[in-house]
């Protein structure tokens, strides 16, 4: 925190310091939204274009066609799992991006000490 300001405040006018530290939790704050807004897009993504889904839409389809509806099952059961793991592995990922941001920001420490000081 202290190399922040140092290298981003020295000599500068308190109104450039206010300005510039408004406007880096409003950049900080709209990161953060986006999180949300793009893990929900990865998610949906994940699903759309699973490589499982479609495989397994044409097992189902070979199944109905050779009246087997065990093998549909199966085929279903798996491409849910493949889903399934697609999209945890790409939430952990986006949370742990998040959770990178936060701990990497010094605008998320600052953040932090005003909720702590306000308490």
Not at 7 to 23: F, S
Not at 63 to 69: A, E, I, T
Not at 78 to 100: H, M, P, R, Y
């Given at each position: ?24 939790i409003d950049d900080y704050n709209d990161s953060i939204s986006k999180w949300g807004f793009e893990t929900t897009i990865a998610t949906f993504e994940s699903v759309l274009s ?70």
């Open positions: 925190m202290k190399l922040f300001v140092q290298d981003n405040y020295t000599n500068k006018p308190i109104n450039y310091i206010e300005d510039d530290i408004l406007k880096r699973s490589k499982g889904l479609y495989t397994s839409s044409t097992i189902a389809m070979l199944s109905k066609l050779f009246d087997n509806p065990g093998l549909a099952a199966l085929s279903g059961g798996s491409a849910a799992c493949i889903a399934l793991g697609e999209i945890g592995l790409k939430v952990f990922k986006a949370q742990n991006d998040k959770i990178n941001l936060r701990k990497d920001s010094p605008i998320a420490y600052l953040l932090t000490a005003q909720k702590e000081l306000n308490k």
